[in-house]
């Protein structure tokens, strides 16, 4: 079967992308490196093997779209480890949801006005506003809002990648003691990838941070509609 044929067959893009990210997660628990990360090394591979076959978003879409549909049971199964860290959360819940509200504004207010400094067009400026949030939440906020939600997730995913690598150098930088604080900082600023670093620091950090990106995604769907308002009335 030529290279063509396998792409085709529907299997080609799903085997590739589970096996990439399996191989590069053996090699990164022998070799623990920000480069051979999965959440690093896997995507450039994939973008390198597309290269190659002349394949574009829309065929790895066609034949991956049920990976992404399994990110919004993903997101679910992090209600798991909030639960287990109720008492801290209940705590500390209105500093939280303070963070929350603070930092999905700036993303989607620094989002907008970037890509009115670059003249995007207004399908890319409304495509790149939900960037800061999980997948599965992003594309429903991005269809809400007049975007294109396989443009926003690919734009995710791209907010994640660079979101957990300069989380990981902030965490070097600021001085944060806190499990809460490392963990909200993944949380808000990388989402899902985010989540899967900050479980790797510890397991209150993970928790915290799948509790943001939750909360992230539920407050962005929740103002959709008065977020598209304010959009197409400006």
């Known amino acids: ?24 997660k053996a090699l990164h628990r022998r070799r623990p490196s ?12 994939l973008i390198g093997i597309a290269l190659i076959l002349h394949a574009n978003y829309q065929d790895y879409m066609r034949d991956s779209r049920w990976l992404l549909t399994l990110l919004g049971p993903t997101t ?13 959360i209940r705590r500390y819940w209105p500093v939280l949801l303070f963070g929350v509200i ?51 997730a690919v734009f995710v995913v791209i907010t994640g990648l660079f979101g957990a690598v300069i989380g990981q150098i902030l965490l070097r930088l600021l001085p944060l003691r806190s499990g809460i604080a490392r963990g909200a900082l993944f949380g808000m600023g990388a989402h899902g990838f985010g989540v899967a670093k900050a479980h790797e620091i510890g397991r209150e950090e993970g928790s915290i941070a799948g509790l943001v990106m939750v909360m992230v995604g539920l407050t962005n769907v929740l103002a959709a509609p008065l977020i598209a308002w304010l959009m197409h009335s400006a």
């Not at 067959?9 to 992308?17: A, D, E, I």
């Not at 594309?139 to 809400?144: A, C, I, T």
């Open 1 to 24: 079967m030529s290279a063509i044929e396998s792409v085709s067959s529907g299997l080609f893009w799903p085997l590739v992308t589970i096996g990439l990210y399996y191989a590069f």
């Open 34 to 45: 920000l480069w051979l990360s999965p959440l690093m090394a896997a995507p450039a591979v």
């Open 76 to 88: 679910v199964a992090f209600a798991v480890p909030i639960y287990e860290q109720r008492d801290l």
């Open 102 to 152: 603070v930092g999905s504004s700036t993303a989607m207010i620094s989002a907008w006005g970037l890509a009115n400094l670059f003249g995007l067009d207004e399908s890319l400026r409304l495509s790149l506003m939900p960037r800061s949030i999980s997948t599965p939440f992003a594309m429903v906020v991005s269809g809400d809002i007049g975007g294109v939600p396989n443009l926003t």
